[in-house]
């Protein structure tokens, strides 16, 4: 049985998705209604993949050479030979889309911060880029961080494709 504490609850959304999705969850008479213990470790797994699926699917639009999802941060990532974005500048139109979604970010109470969090990483997003050389020869690692959001970190060389990392310097 897992605890409904569990981070990789946060990471679907809460022990409501996997009950929507068919999980029981045990509670006694003192558990409230987000408290108790999931019995379908199997189904947990199942909505954790799917998250990674999808991740994953937005991940490969960008042309990664490779990526890799896990529940844990890559042993060592930190050590790795890497590539980083370029800049690249918004246009004026995404920019001041960019400083209004900002303004009201700092105004804003948390019912809406996750869209305009969205938003903000969309088009922040928009101000880098890698180039053709680094999405052909580096890839991507998606994994669950310390507060159960996916993390995604990309430009990562890897030893199959160490030798044209070092060919490109």
């Not at 999931?38 to 991740?55: H, N, S, V, Y």
């Not at 490779?66 to 690249?88: D, L, N, T």
């Not at 969090?117 to 994994?143: C, M, P």
């Amino acid at each position: 049985m897992i605890a409904s504490d569990d981070k990789r609850f946060d990471f679907i959304r809460g022990i409501g998705v996997y009950e929507v999705a068919g999980g029981t969850v045990k509670r006694d008479l003192f558990d409230s209604d987000r408290g108790g213990y999931a019995t379908d470790a199997a189904l947990l797994e199942k909505l954790i993949a799917q998250k990674f699926a999808k991740i994953t699917d937005q991940v490969k639009a960008e042309v990664w050479k490779w990526i890799e999802c896990s529940e844990q941060a890559p042993e060592g990532f930190h050590r790795m030979k890497r590539f980083y974005p370029e800049e690249v500048f918004l246009s004026a139109e995404d920019q001041e889309s960019l400083e209004a979604a900002q303004a009201e970010y700092d105004e804003q109470a948390d019912a809406k911060l996750e869209t305009l969090q969205n938003q903000i990483d969309t088009l922040t997003v928009k101000t880098e880029a890698f180039s053709a050389e680094a999405l052909e020869t580096s890839g991507a690692y998606v994994w669950m961080d310390y507060y159960s959001r996916a993390r995604i970190e990309r430009g990562f060389v890897n030893a199959e494709t160490e030798a044209d990392y070092e060919g490109m310097k």
